[in-house]
Every structure is written in C-alpha cells, then in structure tokens.
C-alpha cells in the first residue's frame, strides 16, 4: 500500500466558542448517534460550524459486507425502534442544525429495507421544524422501487444514494447484493416519483480504477439526473479492509470536478477528504441557487 500524502492531514475542529462545540454538548445531551463523530469524519468541524449534521437510524449493524465498511455486520439485526422517528425528530429540533442528513445501514432483513422507517422520520421532522432541509442517504433499498416510492414522496430535499465506484469494481468493493446498474436505476427513479427531486450520489476514489472509468462513471451518472456528486478518497479503516491502491492526487480532484461540471452537474465537491456528506447544507442552496440563475437566463 502506497505511504500516506501530507495533503491528507485537517486542522483540528475545536474551540470553545465555535459552533461545533455548541453542537457537541448538545448531541450529547440529547442521545443522538451521528456519523460524524462514530466514523471520526475528518471534516466534522468544517459541517458542524456550517449547520450540517448526519445522523444514524435502524441501528447500528448492517446486513451487507462491503470490503471498504467497517460498520457491524449480522444477517439478523435488532429490530428497528418504532419509537425513532419521533425521539430522532425531536432530539434533531433540539440541536439546533439548519441541515440535517439522516442515514442508515442497510436492512435487507425488513420487508420494505427500512424505507417507511426514514418516511416517518422525515414527516415527524418536518412537522416539529418546517424550516428544517432534509437529506436522506439510503440504501438502494435492493432496488424495490416501490420503497424508493415511499421515501421519494416524503417530503425529504434531497435524495441520496452513493454509487461508490466504478462498474468494473463494483463485485470488489460492494456486497453482491448491491450492483452498479441498481444503484442508477434507484436514482433516476427517485425523480420520476417526485419530478424535481434533487438526487445525489458519491463516489471512493483510489481502488484501483482508471481516469477514464471515473469519466464515463460521471457521464452515466448525469445521464440518470444526478444533480450533486461527492468524490472523495478512499481510506482504509482497518488492516482487515481492502487496501488502498492509489492516493489521488487534489490536482486530479480538481480535473474531475471541472470534468463534472462540463456535463451538466449542478454542483460537485471534490477532494481527498470529501465525503459523500460533507457541507452537505451548502451544496444543497449552491445546488438551488445555480438552478435558480439557469431558469432566469
């Protein structure tokens, strides 16, 4: 495995007067999970004194495999807190966040992969804090469009989905059950049950693929209506996870991103350290914003 670049290194987040540390105390005080703080995000002070939090549901223990996660994993999992949805919406109307991502792990072991679940979770939020921007990064729900269906159609702000790397890697880096062409077919769906929805996805950089493959990953992605794409790089979490095989470099980042923009993508945020949630608010109003200058042209 190649030595780790200087470029991959982020100031520390603290300060006593910061609004990262408002949050803090206040995710603390409220029993919130996020995955900010569990996977130890390495842009969790830049998102939280931006107003962004992601946080977790269903559980913390996944009923997929993939090689690059080192989330629990079981085929059986405990199953979901039907009280959730509440206690997640009030607790997120507490800490204060202008912008909030909910995630989850996969549940392949429920009917409906959890998708009513998130359903209730956006509604209760939104009926606590109106004002409040929902993003949902799920899972592809093993391609129940019916599921997407339901959580397309909540009243979420964006619906995200991460296809997390290039078709040739896909048996490699993903659990078989998950697959490239699933994952876009997941995404353009998403729109033809809310037309207008606003679709996102992300993918890992460094596993091996090729500039070309990262482009034509790009171009198919546009061609199924993705409007926001996250590219970052990929990190090891454990020695028992694959290997990284190339640190990109920002320079490359940067020919990516102009590369995305040039097909129509409304915005891109490309980086070693991006991540498929970071400044998630932000691209969310850049997102609308450039929509917006298109529509007055």
Request: proline content about 6%.
């Amino acid at each position: 495995m190649p030595p780790r670049p200087n470029w991959l290194h982020v100031p520390a987040p603290g300060g006593g007067r910061t609004r990262f540390e408002e949050l803090r105390k206040t995710i603390h005080s409220v029993d919130l999970h996020t995955v900010c703080e569990e996977a130890q995000c390495p842009n969790i002070g830049e998102c939280w004194n931006g107003g962004t939090g992601t946080i977790m549901v269903l559980g913390d223990t996944c009923t997929r495999g993939c090689t690059f996660c080192a989330v629990n994993t079981a085929s059986t999992p405990a199953p979901p807190d039907e009280d959730e949805p509440m206690n997640v919406a009030r607790a997120v109307a507490q800490w204060g966040v202008d912008y909030v991502v909910v995630t989850s792990v996969d549940r392949d072991d429920l009917p409906d992969g959890g998708a009513d679940h998130f359903r209730r979770t956006v509604q209760m939020m939104k009926t606590i804090k109106p004002e409040l921007l929902v993003e949902c990064l799920v899972s592809d729900f093993r391609g129940d469009l019916r599921a997407v269906e339901a959580l397309a159609t909540s009243g979420l702000d964006v619906y995200a989905h991460n296809v997390e790397t290039v078709e040739r890697l896909q048996p490699h880096v993903r659990d078989r059950r998950a697959n490239y062409r699933q994952s876009l077919d997941v995404l353009e769906h998403a729109k033809v049950a809310k037309p207008g929805l606003i679709t996102k996805s992300s993918i890992m950089l460094g596993f091996g693929e090729t500039q070309e493959e990262v482009r034509q990953t790009m171009r198919q992605m546009r061609d199924s209506g993705i409007d926001i794409l996250t590219l970052g790089q990929y990190l090891r979490p454990t020695e028992r996870h694959l290997s990284v095989v190339e640190y990109v470099s920002p320079a490359q980042f940067d020919e990516y991103k102009e590369y995305g923009l040039s097909l129509g993508f409304d915005f891109i945020a490309a980086g070693p350290l991006v991540r498929s949630s970071y400044r998630a608010g932000e691209l969310y109003l850049e997102n609308k914003l450039s929509k917006m200058k298109k529509e007055q042209k």
